[in-house]
């Protein structure tokens, strides 16, 4: 699939590793609409991005939110050749914590924001990708998650967000699977520890003792470094079916 000519849509984007995809599609000459719950970061990006750029502001954890942006986009666009999903929430808390049990409302909200949130945009993106005209390959389009490390090594404090992320890095394949009779690939990405807001808000003291933690390089990742992964995935009709760590070898330790 080429990134020049093609519609992609980006949930999360109006920040963090999602802002990085979208700019990084916009630059290679791809119509990207934006779907973010922050109205007003998503409006400022857009109207930087100009008119390959559109903006739906988005609940992704609830169906009709989704839908509507979806529709949006293709009534805007034409189509969606490309669904990058990088929308999601990671409170830390502890299953049995100084107040008592974890809050389940805390668990599911979690849960349905990074998982149901991931199937909601994948679902109704790939209904729209079956109208479009393969390719030389058979292909009709690309769907891209984010899951995590965490996924993998999930830290104390982590048990709803390490539960999300291994949720979507566990309907990889059977969705890639399921898809590959439509012609549509389905990829994720397991990033490590990346400077999106969440961490460039810490102490500067506190980030250089994470980036002390990286075998290599010793730096947290930088959220383009993401969307180029992403570019990658969406022109290499090969990458089908699997997740990718992009983390310099880390390995998280319990704590």
Do not use: W
């Amino acid at each position: 699939m080429r990134i020049n000519g093609s519609v992609a849509v980006v949930s999360g984007g109006a920040s963090g590793l999602g802002e990085a995809c979208v700019r990084k599609l916009v630059a290679g000459e791809a119509k990207v609409a934006v779907l973010d719950v922050d109205a007003p970061k998503g409006h400022h990006l857009v109207s930087e991005l100009g008119d390959a750029a559109v903006f739906f502001q988005t609940d992704v954890a609830d169906g009709p939110s989704v839908q509507a942006a979806v529709d949006g986009t293709v009534k805007h666009f034409g189509a969606i050749q490309v669904a990058v999903n990088c929308a999601g929430v990671g409170i830390p808390m502890k299953v049995i914590g100084q107040e008592g049990p974890m809050p389940i409302e805390a668990f599911i909200q979690t849960v349905q924001i990074n998982l149901v949130g991931t199937v909601n945009v994948i679902r109704l993106t790939a209904e729209k990708m079956l109208a479009n005209r393969p390719n030389t390959d058979g292909e009709k389009g690309v769907v891209i998650n984010t899951a995590s490390a965490a996924a993998f090594e999930g830290q104390i404090g982590q048990a709803a967000y390490a539960a999300s992320k291994a949720g979507i890095v566990g309907m990889t394949l059977p969705i890639a699977r399921e898809f590959a009779e439509y012609g549509i690939r389905v990829m994720t990405i397991a990033p490590g520890l990346f400077l999106t807001p969440m961490l460039e808000a810490l102490p500067e003291k506190a980030r250089e003792a994470l980036s002390q933690m990286m075998p290599f390089p010793k730096r947290l990742g930088h959220p383009q470094e993401f969307a180029m992964l992403v570019g990658q995935i969406i022109e290499n009709p090969m990458l089908n079916g699997e997740t990718i760590r992009l983390d310099a070898a880390l390995r998280l330790a319990a704590r």
